[in-house]
Nanobody, 125 residues
Framework: QVQLVESGGGSVQAGGSLRLSCAGS????????MGWFRQAPGKEREGVAC????????YYADSVKGRFTISRDNTKNTLSLQMSSLTPEDTAMYYC??????????????????WGQGTQVTVSS
């Protein structure tokens, strides 16, 4: 059983930075794609970024390219998301997720089987 626990959320002013972390336990190896998703109130969950370590691939939503960086430490089974130049539109609950199959470049929530409980990110103007 895979368990994912996020941390690092909080409140920040526009233009600021935050770093999210996700600790994974269970069978999460380099054959999986680990990613970040977010969901704002009244909106659907959307993909933010995903990293497939086995081939060194990363995928980003257009809205975060150049501002967010996803990374993964396979030795510690942790996933991180460095977020910079934050805007109020980035305000959402952020979720860590893991997938073992799917079209990961599309960042579709339905391709991810395992989810954390989420951590809130609030960006004020």
């Amino acid at each position: 059983q895979v368990q994912l626990v996020e941390s690092g959320g909080g409140s920040v002013q526009a233009g600021g930075s935050l770093r999210l972390s996700c600790a994974g336990s269970g069978y999460v190896d380099i054959s999986s794609c680990m990613g970040w998703f977010r969901q704002a109130p009244g909106k659907e969950r959307e993909g933010v970024a995903c990293i497939y370590t086995a081939v060194g691939s990363t995928y980003y939503a257009d809205s975060v390219k150049g501002r967010f960086t996803i990374s993964r430490d396979n030795t510690k089974n942790t996933l991180s998301l460095q977020m910079s130049s934050l805007t109020p539109e980035d305000t959402a609950m952020y979720y860590c997720a893991a997938s073992f199959s799917g079209l990961w470049s599309l960042l579709r929530p339905r391709d991810f089987s395992y989810w954390g409980q989420g951590t809130q990110v609030t960006v004020s103007s």
